[in-house]
Nanobody, 122 residues
């Protein structure tokens, strides 16, 4: 049974940092990613990474502030979030099991975690 478990969310002041983790069990995934969903908004793409970590992809709103990485030995993907802004407040979801060519399309991903709340205060 495939399971993705996120951790690391919390409350942080603007300008601060957080690191999210997503541990996968049940199988390994060639690509893993992060999405987020703020209240009243659609879920949006944040970042994705390939198995070898040779390629990473970022949403425009987080580029140059967030860094995605993975530890294949631990079957875990990370999201380092720096220079956080109040508009980064959202539930962050881990995604895995990508199919097709798109990294940013929600329906491209077959497995999802339960989400972890990130709140950035001004």
């Amino acid at each position: 049974q495939v399971q993705l478990v996120e951790s690391g969310g919390g409350l942080v002041q603007a300008g601060g940092s957080l690191r999210l983790s997503c541990a996968a069990s049940g199988r390994t995934f060639s690509s893993m990613g992060w999405f987020r969903q703020a209240p009243g908004k659609e879920r949006e793409f944040v970042a994705a990474i390939t198995w070898s970590s040779s390629r990473t992809y970022y949403g425009d709103s987080v580029k140059d502030r967030f860094t995605i990485s993975r530890d294949n030995a631990k079957n875990t993907v990370y999201l380092q979030m720096n220079s956080l802004k109040p508009e980064d407040t959202a539930v962050y979801y881990c995604a895995a099991g990508r199919r097709g060519d798109s990294y940013t399309y929600i329906d491209s991903w077959t497995s999802w975690g339960q989400g972890t709340q990130v709140t950035v205060s001004s």
